[in-house]
C-alpha cells in the first residue's frame, strides 16, 4: 500500500497516460464475469493475437508503470470462454492493467463483441 501511494507522487509525470484509460474494480470486474461465459486470465496467451491497438496500449502503460516505479505491471483480459480454448486467430477481449497508483484498474481496451460489457465496468 505504501509502495502505492508513494506512486501517486510521479502522477503529474504520467497524467496524460493515465487519464487516457478508465478505471474500474475488482468487485466490478466479478460482477461483470457472473453475466455470462466470460473468464478472467493473464494475457499472455493472447498476445500473439491482439488487435495491433492492444499491443501498443501495453506497451504504453508498461513504459508509464517502468517510469513511475520501474516495475512492470500485470496484464489481464476478460473474454469468452472459447477465446481461451481457440488460438492462431484474431481475439478481441477486455485488455486490463493493474494499476501502480491503488488496488484497481485501468481498462485498455476492448475490441469486438466484449465492447458491451464496459459500461458495466
Known amino acids: ?24 474494480t475488482t468487485a466490478l470486474i466479478v ?13 499472455d496467451e493472447f498476445i500473439p493475437d491482439f488487435p495491433k491497438e492492444a499491443i501498443e496500449a501495453m506497451k504504453e502503460y508498461e513504459a508509464m508503470c517502468l517510469k513511475v516505479n520501474n516495475k512492470k505491471t500485470h496484464f489481464y483480459v476478460i473474454a469468452d470462454k472459447k477465446d481461451f480454448e ?8 477486455i485488455l486490463l492493467a493493474q494499476s501502480p497508483f491503488g488496488f484497481f484498474w485501468q481498462i485498455l481496451g476492448a475490441w469486438d463483441k466484449e465492447m458491451i460489457y464496459l459500461g458495466d465496468l
Open 31 to 43: 460482477h461483470v464475469l457472473s453475466m455470462g461465459s466470460l473468464w478472467c486470465k493473464k494475457a
Open 86 to 93: 481457440v488460438k492462431n486467430k484474431r481475439r478481441d477481449p
Open 1 to 24: 500500500m505504501i509502495e502505492r501511494l508513494k506512486n501517486r507522487e510521479k502522477l503529474d509525470l504520467v497524467k496524460d497516460i493515465v487519464e487516457k484509460y478508465p478505471h474500474t
